[in-house]
């Protein structure tokens, strides 16, 4: 007794998951044990509350507060706990399972720093901590923010990217568009924005090795106060030629936005640029009309293989049942197959007629150059100037730059 009491900080408690019952979450605490050994607690909700003023409570680095349905009913003390958490410097990672996005997305708002999905993916957890422990991180200069006036005065045009299916290059053709739009004129450049709506899996920060940064999701989570100012700190500029709202730093439910908070935040992007392009989930969610409505242009991105013929038959009569403007879209081949290669062209021929639709834009397969500048983080006009792929895609942004000054003239 004696060598405990006189060595009391040998393994101090930096830890503490926060749940109703801590046996519900079997996983959690094996990943605690297997990241801190023991030094970690387990406290219940009310529990967590009065432990937050002891003398203990200083060396704490984060908690884990446990949730699932169940849970829901006491929202107003879990974000009480966040708070109090947060007001003492402690790291909250959430842990929820079976929780509603509503739910989710409000205890996120109180300032949780991760969120974990249980059951817990392997290493997640560890993952998670490993990133709340590390020391805050400097301010990015690199990448300057935008400054955006108070007044937008621009109706830009949107056009939207939606792969309907998985790696058929919807985001290559938007990031790709986007830099061909924003260098299409040498001396007077249009102003370009471009947003990753895909809140899960967005690579547009990838394609051009841009942060992620936890602003994004705090814009995104309050858009009824969204302004030139917030709007204007989360962009990030690119080669000083283009804004781009990256994905957030997280994965976040795609139901976490509503239809509004969407609208508001493509009217916000038409009234400050020139042209607004979109990259969006291939998964359906309940603001994709919202999308949809606002699209001057919405590319639908295909390739020529079953899952995509499956995919557009099923997009096309989603969006006639509802009564959806289906002309606004663009069917775009990706990999296409080259001009002598008879047999796949009248593939692409057959497929087109089976559908009912019009392929109207082909284009090229750019190869391993396509992989290789993403992994880069550069645009193919950068990485690979004569790439098959970037000349077709720098046509088209010709076309809708000359369409757009056309328009405007006879305006």
């Given amino acids: ?109 109180k300032g949780a720093d991760e969120f974990v999905p249980y059951p817990l993916p392997e290493s997640e957890l560890a993952a998670a901590i490993e990133r709340v422990q590390q020391p805050a991180a400097p301010q990015v200069t690199d990448h300057a923010t935008a400054n955006l006036s108070a007044t937008g005065a621009k109706e830009g045009a949107v056009l939207v990217a939606h792969g309907l299916a998985g790696g058929c290059g919807a985001t290559t053709l938007a990031v790709n568009l986007a830099w061909e739009l924003a260098n299409i004129d040498k001396k007077k450049p249009p102003s370009v924005c471009l947003l990753d709506l895909d809140l899960q899996y967005g690579a547009v920060s990838t394609y051009l090795d841009l942060p992620r ?131 796949a062209k009248s593939r692409v021929k057959r497929m087109a007629e089976s559908l009912g639709i019009s392929i109207d834009l082909q284009l090229p397969d750019g190869g391993k150059q396509v992989l290789q500048g993403a992994d880069h983080g550069m645009p193919l006009a950068a990485s690979a100037g004569k790439n098959p792929l970037r000349k077709e895609i720098q046509k088209l942004a010709q076309s809708i730059h000359d369409l757009g000054r056309s328009e405007a003239q006879a305006a």
């Avoid at 408690?13 to 605490?29: E, G, H």
């Avoid at 680095?61 to 009480?80: N, R």
């Avoid at 994965?251 to 509004?260: A, F, R």
Wanted: proline share 4%; glycine share 2%.
């Fill in 213 to 343: 940064r936890e602003v994004v999701f705090e814009m995104l989570s309050d858009t009824e106060s969204l302004d030139h100012d917030m709007f204007g700190q989360a962009l990030l500029s690119f080669e000083d030629k283009m804004q781009v709202l990256t994905a957030p730093s997280d994965m976040v439910p795609l139901d976490v936005l509503g239809t509004e908070d969407i609208q508001r935040v493509i009217d916000m992007a038409r009234a400050h640029f020139d042209y607004v392009v979109i990259d969006l989930p291939s998964t359906l969610v309940h603001w994709t009309e919202t999308v949809l409505q606002a699209a001057h242009v919405y590319f639908a991105v295909i390739e020529l293989d079953m899952r995509s013929a499956q995919n557009a038959l099923r997009f096309k009569r989603a969006l006639q049942s509802e009564d959806l403007p289906f002309n606004k879209l663009r069917f775009a081949l990706n990999r296409a197959p080259k001009f002598t290669d008879l047999s």
């Fill in 1 to 109: 007794m004696s060598s405990e009491s006189s060595q009391p900080d040998v393994n101090p408690i930096v830890a503490c998951t926060v749940s109703r019952d801590v046996q519900n979450f079997d996983l959690l605490i094996e990943d605690m044990e297997a990241v801190l050994g023991e030094r970690w607690g387990d406290l219940g909700f009310s529990e967590a509350l009065a432990f937050f003023s002891q003398p203990e409570a200083a060396a704490l680095e984060f908690i884990a507060l446990a949730i699932d349905a169940d849970d829901e009913e006491d929202l107003v003390l879990m974000g009480e706990i966040i708070t109090q958490a947060k007001s003492r410097k402690i790291n909250v990672i959430l842990i929820a399972e079976d929780v509603t996005p509503a739910a989710l997305h409000q205890l996120l708002r």
